[in-house]
């Protein structure tokens, strides 16, 4: 062992001292365990990355740095690490793990891992795996009880720390080598029947429960049959395996169809309830699914998850023809009978497919012969907008818009066909729609603008401007309007100023932007005004009570 190595090695492993000498410290293991009982530990692995004058260990995959990798002076082979490095470290580890085995701090089951600097890049080596079979059959054994208690024969609402727990230990390969995809289903299944009715809470177990799937499909399952490239910027690319590489694998085996089914199960619960941004996930799912030859995945993909009942997924009557496809988040629309019932029926199937759990991300693929558009310049010109557009022409069938809006209606959601400076919240073309036809509709267009993520869409400043043109700055309008304009971007400028020389006006926006907080002051005046440094010289060129009123809004602003 050269001198370099030595001092590389000492360092590490003083690093490794530090770790546990500074757990040794801590006073709280006993009553962290006793949150659940599905907790064995509180550590199940430790990292050690090295770097001279620099190395660490923590409990948490501290990544890399390329560029300061590139600057190290010292270079392992794989040789050395496991033959010099590798064996003393994991006798350092043993030895301070001896001390703490039997107690909380050391979960039933440790990894030790090690990141080196080596000459052809970055070296990964588990150094130390480590399975305490008395605590995995203790664990066990509680897993079993808590199934059987809280979940099978359960009526109460279970807790998202325990779900957080269960929902990795039934994929865990140590505690179950064969996977029983049946009975780990139903066990998810148990726990969102239990929460159903706090509907926060179910949101936040379904979330974990999908949080582990995924991990256990990315990790486990799927490099198995694929050829897996990663990459920090988008999803993983994967690419079947050749013959000689799957021999052993036997796809038909009962363990690779067990996996293929938790794997369709994962996917079915990313498409119906994950946010938009993560379909492409559960999608890619079925598709990986079905290079493996599942023919169940094959027929989702053309006919959906399965998770609705067919009367529920299909519409015909003489007036129309729906179908809809939960998996591309579609449904097709034909209107046989340009009619008010026609689109009364396809209405109807669309809000129960909404109540049901059908993605609200969803669009629609409409065969109609009429095409019309909403009077808001800059919408997407899509199927789906052109059939909010033509049932609007209704006015018998305002209401009934209004319900599918309210369904429709969810922050962070976009229909599945507008993208960019185009995307659009479900439910905004029924809201726009009506919210330009009549001002019954003014408390709807208030519950949107609340929903609105701003952050990834401007549609609605198309919206106000169409809002303003229609209805001006009245008594009436200016409550929608301060409403509406504090989910407004950046890019909206309103050509209404003519209409606050009006010193009545002036006092409306005055009242009601003295109930927002400074920062919702600057949103609203921004599009009337401009920059607040207009609106501060405007009132210093003016008189009497019109000033006061400027000076008002500016000082609201935080001017």
């Given at each position: 062992m050269t001198t370099k190595v030595e001092q590389a090695l000492e360092e590490m492993i003083e690093a490794v001292h530090e770790w546990f000498d500074e757990q040794a410290k801590r006073t709280d293991l006993q009553q962290t365990l006793k949150r659940t009982t599905l907790q064995m530990g509180i550590f199940d692995d430790i990292f050690l990355l090295y770097k001279p004058g620099r190395t660490v260990v923590d409990s948490l995959d501290m990544g890399w740095d390329e560029g300061s990798f590139l600057t190290q002076n010292i270079r392992f082979t794989e040789e050395m690490v496991r033959?010099?490095?590798?064996?003393?470290?994991?006798?350092?580890?043993?030895?301070?793990?001896?001390?703490?085995?039997?107690?909380?701090?050391?979960?039933?089951?440790?990894?030790?891992?090690?990141?080196?600097?080596?000459?052809?890049?970055?070296?990964?080596?588990?150094?130390?795996?480590?399975?305490?079979?008395?605590k995995r059959q203790l664990l066990l054994d509680r897993i079993r009880t808590y199934t059987e208690q809280k979940l099978e024969n359960g009526v109460h609402p279970t807790k998202p720390l325990e779900t957080h727990f269960l929902a990795s230990h039934l994929l865990d390969?140590?505690?179950?080598?064969?996977?029983?995809?049946?009975?780990?289903?139903?066990?998810?299944?148990?726990?969102?029947?239990?929460?159903?009715?706090?509907?926060?809470?179910?949101?936040?177990?379904?979330?974990?429960?999908?949080?582990?799937?995924?991990?256990?499909?990315?990790?486990?399952?799927?490099?198995?049959?694929?050829?897996?490239?990663?990459?920090?910027?988008?999803?993983?690319?994967?690419?079947?395996?050749?013959?000689?590489?799957?021999?052993?694998?036997?796809?038909?085996?009962?363990?690779?169809?067990?996996?293929?089914?938790?794997?369709?199960?994962?996917a079915v619960l990313i498409l119906r309830f994950e946010p938009s941004y993560s379909k492409p996930r559960g999608l890619k799912f079925l598709e990986l699914a079905k290079q493996l030859g599942s023919e169940r995945a094959e027929r989702m993909l053309t006919e959906g998850s399965g998770a609705y009942q067919p009367e529920d997924t299909y519409v015909q009557t003489k007036q129309v023809e729906g179908q809809a496809n939960d998996v591309f988040a579609r449904i097709t629309i034909q209107i046989r009978e340009e009619s008010p019932e026609a689109y009364r029926q396809a209405l109807v199937f669309i809000i129960r497919l909404l109540e049901q759990g059908f993605p609200k991300n969803y669009h629609i693929k409409l065969k109609s012969k009429v095409k019309q558009y909403l009077p808001v310049k800059g919408l997407a010109k899509s199927d789906t907008h052109r059939f909010f557009a033509n049932a609007l022409t209704y006015p018998e069938l305002h209401p009934l818009l209004e319900t599918y809006a309210r369904a429709a209606m969810q922050q962070f959601e976009f229909y599945a066909d507008t993208e960019g400076e185009k995307n659009g919240m479900p439910g905004s073309y029924a809201a726009f729609g009506l919210g330009?036809?009549?001002?019954?509709?003014?408390?709807?267009?208030n519950d949107y603008m609340d929903q609105v993520d701003d952050e990834h869409q401007m549609i609605?400043?198309?919206?106000?401007?169409?809002?303003?043109?229609?209805?001006?700055?009245?008594?009436?309008?200016?409550?929608?309007?301060?409403?509406?304009?504090?989910?407004?971007?950046?890019?909206?400028?309103?050509?209404?100023?003519?209409?606050?020389?009006?010193?009545?006006?002036?006092?409306?926006?005055?009242?009601?932007?003295?109930?927002?907080?400074?920062?919702?002051?600057?949103?609203?005046?921004?599009?009337?005004?401009?920059?607040?440094?207009?609106?501060?010289?405007l009132a210093r060129k003016a008189d009497g009570r019109r000033k006061e009123l400027l000076l008002s809004l500016a000082r609201s602003a935080g001017k």
């Open positions: 033959t010099e490095i590798q064996p003393r470290l994991v006798e350092v580890v043993q030895e301070r793990m001896a001390e703490w085995v039997d107690t909380p701090l050391i979960d039933y089951r440790f990894i030790f891992r090690g990141k080196f600097p080596a000459s052809d890049g970055m070296l990964k080596l588990t150094l130390l795996e480590y399975v305490n079979q008395e390969p140590v505690l179950y080598p064969a996977l029983d995809a049946a009975w780990i289903i139903r066990q998810y299944e148990r726990i969102q029947t239990l929460n159903r009715e706090r509907k926060e809470a179910l949101a936040e177990h379904r979330h974990t429960i999908i949080y582990g799937l995924t991990l256990w499909a990315e990790r486990q399952f799927l490099p198995k049959y694929f050829d897996v490239q990663t990459s920090a910027y988008r999803e993983n690319e994967y690419t079947l395996k050749r013959a000689e590489q799957l021999h052993g694998l036997n796809i038909a085996q009962d363990e690779a169809r067990n996996s293929i089914e938790l794997l369709l199960y994962a330009l036809a009549n001002e019954q509709y003014f408390p709807l267009i609605q400043d198309k919206f106000i401007a169409a809002f303003v043109e229609k209805y001006g700055v009245t008594a009436h309008s200016m409550p929608v309007l301060v409403h509406s304009l504090r989910r407004s971007t950046d890019g909206l400028k309103l050509k209404v100023l003519p209409e606050f020389e009006h010193e009545e006006k002036l006092a409306l926006l005055l009242e009601q932007v003295q109930k927002l907080e400074s920062f919702e002051v600057q949103r609203v005046l921004y599009p009337i005004f401009g920059k607040l440094e207009k609106l501060v010289t």
